[in-house]
Each structure stands twice: as C-alpha cells, then as structure tokens.
C-alpha cells in the first residue's frame, strides 16, 4: 500500500491539470475516435461504449466492422485506448487525492485509492480480449470474457464517479465549515 500511496500526493496544480485534460479529453479526443471509427467501419459503435453487451453484440459488431474497421478498432485500442484511460486514471487519482489529503487513511480510503487502478485493469483487459476475439484469436473465451470486464469497469467507473461527488461535497462541506469558523 505504500507504493500506492505514493501516487496520491495532493497537488493543486496537479488536480487543476487532470480536470482541464479530463474535460478537453472528453470534448475534443472521445469525439475524435468516434470518427475515425465511422469513417473506417462505417459506424461509430464501439463495444466498449456500452454498459453492458453480450458476445452475440460483439458478434454483430464485428461483422458490421468488416476488415478495415477491425483493423482500426485493433490500432486505436493500442494507441488511443492507452491515453484515454491514463487520462481518467490522472483524473480520479489527483482528484481523489486533493479530496483526502486530510483524512485518516483507513481500510476505506485505501479501497478508494485502489479503485482506479482496478477501473483501468479492467478497461485494458476488455480493450485486449475484444482485439483478440475481432482478430479470431481464441474467439469463444474472448467474447465471453470482453462483456463480463466491461461490465465489471462501468461499475468500477461509476462507483469512483460516486464516490468523488460524495468526497466533494464532504470537501465542500469541510470547508464551509472552516470559514464559517474563522
């Protein structure tokens, strides 16, 4: 756990940079990808967009991909899909971080510091199974195994999501009350 706390070192600076690159990510890179796999497959579906989808799903999203938008979707998982998730990797941990910078750290905080790296675990996991499946390789265990990660980082995503808004508003709280105090 030392290790780990290593990385959640609160900076200002640090926080300001991960939610100007989250957001410009979210704005300008998500968007970008979109296209190019349109332009590609001619069609923006990814299965890595949805919550949840079954190997019958992946199954029609590779047929409908053809084998100029596999080839697309193999490269972009080994380019684009490594900075995406280093990015709301940065995000989640810097913000973390500046939220309980004043906590005890205590099994609960040391489960919320390990949540991204699980989250991003879990995202380059289906990122690989699902590039193994479009490729043919070991095609019956990939496309079972892609949906049950996927599933596994949207609600490792959206428990971290949770779990900030409710440490800013304990933050926000926090500070009301030091101001009100002084």
């Known amino acids: ?22 957001v410009s990510a979210i704005m300008f ?9 349109e ?11 949805d919550l949840w989808y079954s190997s019958q799903k992946l199954s029609e999203i590779k047929n409908i991909y053809g084998s100029k938008g596999i080839s697309t979707y193999v490269s972009t998982r080994f380019s684009y899909d490594l900075l995406w998730p280093s990015i709301y990797f940065f995000f989640m941990v810097s913000t973390i971080a500046s939220m309980t910078k004043t906590m005890n ?3 609960f ?18 990122n690989i199974t699902c590039s ?15 949906p049950l990660f996927s599933g596994i980082k949207w609600l490792l995503v959206i428990s971290v999501l949770i779990i900030q808004l409710v440490l800013f508003i304990v933050y926000i709280v926090s500070r009301v009350k030091e101001f009100k105090e002084r």
Do not use: C, W
């Open 109 to 126: 905080i040391n489960i919320i510091y390990l949540l991204p790296i699980v989250t991003v675990a879990f995202d380059m996991m289906e």
């Open 105 to 107: 750290r205590n099994i």
């Open 29 to 37: 890179l998500l968007p970008q990808m979109s296209k190019v796999m």
């Open 132 to 146: 193994l499946y479009f490729k043919g390789i070991l095609e019956n265990l990939t496309s079972n195994l892609a």
């Open 39 to 49: 332009i590609s497959s001619g069609t923006s579906i990814t299965p890595d967009s």
């Open 1 to 22: 756990m030392k290790h780990i706390y290593k990385i959640y070192n609160s900076n200002k600076i640090r926080t300001i940079l991960s939610i100007i690159l989250f």
